[in-house]
């Protein structure tokens, strides 16, 4: 079974800007893990426009895309939140949060218009963004006897595994990254070998 093993986000922190009737959206995006961190985020965008109206917002976290919320901070019910969350899915985002500032100009816009703008908001701050690819692992802690040694280290070389720490005492031990395409093959070769243990220590 493969799994997925990148996934795209922002290097940085981006904005964007739309002006419709007097109205100010000012997006912004930036790449972004938990909600804890998302709502550091949010509490800043606050404290920077403490004089707008709105600000609403979408995020979505994760490898299986399936963290998702969307706010749409007192303006019409799917007006503001789910178009900014149609932008990261159509630009196949994650670990990603966007947030909309608005300034009200004095005009109502009507739903349909709060959608164009919001969505156009986060787009203008997406295109703005420099989208970038990650690549995830599998950080696996791998104990050995010398006995193996020759075959993990050769498994390894094969499959180009980058190795983080290595420990060569009594019982050997080391630190590998393993794409998660491959994670479970190369799992599969280390239960062939008679002294071998390992186990994950996080997905990164």
């Known amino acids: 079974m493969?799994?997925?093993?990148?996934?795209?986000?922002v290097k940085e922190e981006s904005e964007g800007l739309y002006k419709e009737k007097g109205s100010k959206f000012i997006g912004y995006v930036v790449a972004c893990y938990s909600e804890e961190e998302a709502k550091k985020y949010?509490?800043?965008w606050r404290k920077d426009h403490f004089q707008a109206r709105h600000l609403c917002y979408a995020y979505r976290f994760g490898l299986d895309h399936k963290q998702v919320r969307s706010n749409d901070d007192g303006e019409p019910n799917n007006s503001a939140g789910i178009p900014i969350l149609g932008q990261i899915q159509s630009y196949e985002l994650t670990n990603v949060l966007i947030g909309v500032v608005r300034y009200f100009g004095g005009t109502k816009l009507g739903?349909?218009?709060?959608?164009?703008?919001?969505?156009?908001?986060?787009?203008?701050?997406?295109?703005s963004a420099?989208?970038?690819t990650i690549e995830v692992f599998d950080w696996v802690e791998i104990c050995f006897e010398y006995v193996?040694?020759?075959?993990?280290?050769?498994?390894?070389?094969?499959?180009?595994?980058?190795q983080q720490e290595q420990d060569f005492?009594?019982?050997c031990k080391l630190t590998a990254l393993f794409p998660l395409n491959l994670s479970i093959i190369l799992?599969?070769?280390?239960?062939?070998?008679?002294?071998?243990?390992?186990?994950?220590?996080?997905?990164?």
Request: no cysteine.
């Open 2 to 9: 493969e799994l997925v093993a990148t996934y795209k986000t």
């Open 148 to 162: 193996d040694l020759p075959q993990v280290m050769n498994l390894l070389k094969s499959k180009e595994i980058v």
């Open 169 to 171: 005492g009594l019982v």
């Open 42 to 44: 949010l509490d800043q």
């Open 111 to 127: 739903v349909g218009g709060l959608v164009q703008a919001y969505k156009t908001a986060a787009k203008e701050a997406i295109e």
């Open 130 to 132: 420099e989208i970038i």
């Open 187 to 204: 799992k599969e070769e280390l239960d062939k070998m008679s002294t071998v243990t390992y186990q994950s220590k996080g997905i990164k």
